[in-house]
């Protein structure tokens, strides 16, 4: 089965940074894409970012600018680099993917989630 573990969440002060991470492990064939999703209290979880194999990527409007969504093929991880962070970005934030865990068969994956607080 394959596992995405995240780290890198935590409390901030308004304009301070985070770099959220995801590695994938177990069985693992090929990554097709990776994102990183977020639900505050109260909200729908939305897409924030995902990168595809082609290295395709995507933003939320809410934090084109600020934040940087990269892919590690070669360590099975992608990062979000969080800048100028704001209260409004508080939220959980979840790693997702679609990964082949054969040659032949995927599925989408979901880490469990990591806390990001920020303070104005």
């Known amino acids: 089965q394959v596992q995405l573990v995240e780290s890198g969440g935590g409390s901030v002060q308004a304009g301070e940074s985070l770099r959220l991470s995801c590695v994938a492990s177990?069985?693992?064939?090929?990554?097709?894409?990776m994102r990183w999703y977020r639900q505050a209290p109260g909200k729908q979880r939305e897409l924030v970012a995902g990168i595809n194999a082609g290295q395709a990527i995507t933003y939320a409007d809410s934090v084109k600018g600020r934040f940087t969504i990269s892919r590690d093929n070669a360590k099975n991880a992608v990062y979000l680099q969080m800048n100028n962070l704001k209260p409004e970005d508080t939220a959980a934030y979840y790693c997702?993917?679609?990964?082949?865990?054969?040659?032949?068969?995927?599925?989408?994956?979901w880490g469990q989630g990591t806390l990001v607080t920020v303070s104005s």
């Open positions: 177990g069985s693992l064939f090929r990554i097709v894409a």
């Open positions: 997702n993917s679609y990964a082949y865990y054969t040659s032949t068969n995927w599925n989408e994956f």
